[in-house]
């Protein structure tokens, strides 16, 4: 799988991608992570002043990123694909915004199987141009029901979800949560911790190595 993510920011996933499975994933080659950024498609003036961004049409206090360094961005990823291979690419091109379709991890699992190229567009400001969806008919997806101040966050959240779907990312196949019985309420040792002078104990349950018992008792929770 590789990303191919258009970001006018890619500094900040530097961090983000060279740490941990994700981190880990890349240096064995099993996901790759390509950047572009938008300005480098904009002819650059004498001035070197190259806006990605401009006022809305019909109004408003934000600005909107504008159509075409977008679009020249997205075109350069595809003939970059096909020259690097003459069979097709089964490539997803995905825009976040909040009031869309909410990203799962059933998405995650479908897009890992069918996919070879995902683009992620991160926009900014306000949003991008709408005609930007509508030439390449983007997928649209929100991670949530809040506004954040750029695509960026999604788009590491993708990866690292879609990523996880992957085999050979994660160290064991029983690592994938959704494959197996499991809550959200976790222990470890010691079996007795005692915090400001008050003990708290691991569960009983836990502790009698009666697979069944415990089974039932994370399906409880």
Same mark, same amino acid.
């Given at each position: 799988?590789?990303?191919?993510?258009?970001?006018?920011?890619?500094?900040?996933?530097?961090?983000?991608?060279?740490?941990?499975?994700? @981190?880990?994933?890349?240096?064995?080659?099993?996901?790759?992570?390509?950047?572009?950024?938008?300005?480098?498609?904009?002819?650059?003036?004498?001035?070197?002043?190259?806006?990605?961004?401009?006022?809305?049409?019909? $109004? @408003?206090?934000? &600005?909107? &990123?504008?159509?075409?360094?977008? *679009?020249?961005?997205?075109?350069?990823?595809?003939k !970059?694909?096909?020259?690097?291979?003459?069979?097709?690419?089964?490539?997803?091109?995905?825009?976040?915004?909040?009031?869309?379709?909410?990203?799962?991890?059933?998405?995650?699992?479908?897009?890992?199987k069918?996919?070879?190229?995902?683009?992620?567009?991160?926009?900014?400001?306000? @949003?991008?141009?709408?005609?930007?969806?509508?030439?390449?008919?983007?997928?649209?997806?929100s991670?949530?029901?809040?506004?954040?101040?750029?695509?960026?966050?999604?788009?590491?959240?993708?990866?690292?979800?879609?990523?996880?779907?992957?085999p050979?990312?994660? $160290?064991?196949?029983?690592?994938?949560?959704?494959?197996?019985?499991?809550?959200?309420?976790?222990?470890?040792?010691?079996?007795?911790?005692?915090? !400001? $002078?008050?003990?708290?104990?691991?569960?009983?349950? *836990?502790?009698?190595?009666?697979?069944?018992?415990i089974?039932?008792?994370?399906?409880?929770?």
């Open positions: 799988m590789t990303y191919h993510i258009v970001t006018i920011f890619p500094d900040m996933f530097s961090s983000y991608i060279n740490e941990s499975i994700i @981190g880990r994933a890349i240096k064995n080659k099993l996901i790759f992570v390509r950047f572009y950024n938008p300005r480098d498609f904009i002819k650059a003036p004498k001035n070197n002043y190259r806006p990605v961004d401009d006022k809305s049409y019909g $109004g @408003g206090p934000g &600005m909107v &990123m504008r159509a075409e360094p977008l *679009l020249k961005t997205v075109d350069f990823i595809f !970059k694909l096909k020259a690097k291979s003459s069979k097709s690419k089964a490539v997803l091109v995905i825009n976040f915004i909040p009031s869309a379709e909410k990203f799962t991890t059933a998405f995650a699992k479908k897009v890992s069918k996919y070879t190229d995902i683009i992620l567009i991160c926009g900014r400001y306000e @949003g991008i141009d709408a005609r930007v969806d509508k030439i390449l008919k983007t997928k649209k997806l991670i949530g029901d809040y506004v954040l101040t750029g695509g960026e966050i999604p788009a590491m959240i993708l990866v690292d979800c879609v990523s996880r779907q992957i050979g990312v994660l $160290g064991k196949y029983e690592s994938l949560e959704e494959e197996r019985i499991s809550s959200s309420e976790f222990y470890t040792r010691p079996e007795k911790l005692v915090y !400001k $002078g008050k003990g708290y104990k691991v569960p009983k349950v *836990l502790l009698l190595g009666n697979h069944k018992l089974e039932n008792w994370k399906q409880k929770k």
